[in-house]
């Protein structure tokens, strides 16, 4: 989701005019689209800060932008301890972007982050990182509040983008020569909720599957209380969405999972698992876990383990896990030291990598359909 900001914010400035440089030091304008998601991803950007300091001190004309979700988290923080930072912009005010540069010369630090409804743009010279597969956002924004994610406090509520947008970008990406899309959304599930005319993300998927020149679809990411029959029929029966889906279960302990307010438990998941398998068989199937959880006790972490062995997902990404205030977790204590939560999360890694290789394994000899 960050890369399509990117890639956004990268079109509107071309459009003014600017250009991307390969090198930080050849550059007049540092944007950093930053994530939230883990303080490691903060600790990141703030050294980087640091390092600009001095430059900044030297090139007054060299401006220093914040954006993202560590813009909208850190406002405050941001405009006080990092004199160096000329813009803070929030997710749901990237269209700002290129007046706030204009106008950093007469004003001394500028700030948007009304984290209200985020507008749509068709942005002229659209930008893209890759040229035959492209990303395309169906929806901003989440509803969940998994007690552990900061995502509904910086991106806001869940609003989808009507179907005749997401048509209309996909076929002009097809007519570039892009042959598979990747649909944007931190619940692609619940596309369609609050848009006037109705449809359902099964209903976009058969759309987008008409679309003539497209090769292949696929899309991120599923909540395992809303993936249903339906999408796994979707899945099965349209001919270019692709036999993956990547389904975060977070941890195997039924616990921790209330804890987490994900609302459902490890049984319903594998039942979601067992019938997603019988209808298509080779489905490819990933998973994010979240390892360290305050109160995850060894036997919790074991349910993790054995998780991870009975459903055999073909790739895994594994996050200690890291406290994001406000999310209510957060008000939880931290309580499993770091040295076991490393411990964890090398054990899973192995784990992974042990059944990764057996599953790859399982294919040598056997023809499939690449893109290349
Ligand atoms: N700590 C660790 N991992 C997290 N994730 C989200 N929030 C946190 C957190 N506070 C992970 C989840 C999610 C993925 C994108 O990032 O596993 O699915
Ligand atoms: Fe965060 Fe949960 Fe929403 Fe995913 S579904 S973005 S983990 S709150």
Redesign the pocket.
Known sequence: MNNRDSELIGGMLAEKGYEIVEEEKDADVILFNTCS??QHAEDRVTGNLRKLAARKKKDPDLRIGVLGCMAQRHQDLLLKEFPQVDIVVGPSNIYDIPDLLAKTDTTEKLLAVNNKKRPGKKIEADQRSGVFSAFVNIMYGCNNF?S????PHVRGREVSRPKKNILNEIKGLVDRGFKEVTLLGQNVNSYGKGLTNKITFQELLEAVNDIEGLRRIRFT?SHPKDARKGLFRAIKELPKVCEHLHL?L?SGSDKILDLMNRKYKYEDYKEKIALLREMVPDVGLST???IGFPSEKERDFEATERAMEEIAWNSA?I??????PP?V?SFLKDDVPEEVKKERNTGLLNLQKRISLAKNKTMIGSEQEVLV
């Open positions: 998601v883990r998994c552990y994610c900061i995502v990411t975060p977070q994010d876990i979240i990404f996050f200690k896990y890291s406290p994001r999310a977790s």
